[in-house]
DNA sequence: CAACGGACCTGCCTGC
DNA sequence: TGCAGGCAGGTCCGTT
């Protein structure tokens, strides 16, 4: 589900809730998500203080003196903070039970999702190590994809999905960027000079923080931390709109499978 | 190394 | 109505 936007607005949206809150028990229902969450982390977390809500990519961080928990929501996961009573729904499967009678509640039907824990500098986890840069960061810009992308024969968009390359980028915005840069999105990633890489680096950015400020999107069940849905949906030029007219030119936006995903374009606009 | 396909898991929609 | 098949916002891992 979620892409970077959609983990952003969720980071921002516990951050006011579980900063600076202890954690009086971690209730883990069903630990089977993409990797087992550690047996020994609800003895380990508890009575920690939550110090610091941080997002890496689209892995969200709660660091606390004791080390740090990594959640990932995978595609269908999503964090919500409700009275610690509330009953839990199916799939309800971690509850951080916080010290003011609330808690932070993971639900992740699909269980692609991870809770992780690390008593080092989670930045030198193997999951977040070798991430790429962060599309708003320093490292990241036209210069940077058309160096990194010399010799490489795999689809642009293929390029840009992959978190190694630059964070935060899925199947949505990656669509929506190529789009906005006027890119072929099975176009070879080595193929591409430094002109059109500074334009796709400037939709990517530009994309993801539209998005950010619209709440992320909401194509089925992406909420909050409170409940609401996201509001960029409405802004989507080609995502989930293949046959429909192009926004720019009015040709249908053509439909193909690249990487085993929906890739939707418009084939007079992008090249 | 880079590229590709498969794997993980559930829910929802379509079409027979 | 039931059921099979395909699809979904991610990404790691094994094989070429």
């Known amino acids: ?9 969720t980071r921002r949206g516990i951050e006011p809730h579980v900063l600076g809150r202890r954690v009086e028990r971690l209730l883990v229902r069903d ?26 990519g689209k892995y969200l961080l709660m660091r606390t003196a004791a ?21 839990p729904a199916r799939h309800d499967h971690v509850d951080w039970v916080l010290d003011d009678g609330r808690c932070l509640r993971l639900r992740d039907p699909r269980r692609f999702g991870c809770v992780l824990w690390t008593e080092d500098d989670p930045m030198r986890h193997p999951l977040l190590a070798d991430l790429g840069p962060e599309p708003h960061g320093e490292g990241f810009s036209g210069g940077y994809l058309f ?15 992959n978190s190694h390359v630059v964070v935060g980028v899925g199947n ?7 789009f906005r840069a006027g890119i072929h999105p099975a176009r070879a990633a080595g193929r591409i000079g430094r002109e ?5 680096a400037g939709a990517i950015r ?11 999107t909401t194509l089925r069940d992406f909420t909050d931390s409170e409940g609401k849905p996201g509001y960029f949906r409405h802004e989507l030029q080609v995502y989930g709109r293949a046959g429909e007219p192009c926004t720019v030119c009015g040709a249908p936006l053509r439909l193909s499978r690249q990487d085993q995903r929906a890739t939707v374009y418009c084939p007079n606009c992008q090249h």
């Open 206 to 216: 530009d994309i993801l923080a539209a998005a950010i400020l619209q709440g992320g």
């Open 31 to 56: 630990g089977r998500l993409r990797w087992p969450v550690p047996p020994e982390l609800p003895a380990t977390l508890a009575g920690q203080t939550i110090d610091a809500v941080e997002r890496r």
């Open 1 to 9: 589900m979620p892409e970077l936007p959609e983990v952003e607005t």
């Open 147 to 161: 160096e990194l992308s010399r010799g490489r024969t795999v689809g642009v968009k293929g390029f840009i999905m």
């Open 172 to 178: 949505i915005y990656a669509n929506e960027s190529l």
């Open 67 to 87: 080390g740090t928990v990594i959640v990932h929501l995978g595609m269908s996961g999503s964090l919500r903070v409700l009275p610690a009573e509330t009953p």
């Open 196 to 200: 059109r890489y500074d334009e796709l």
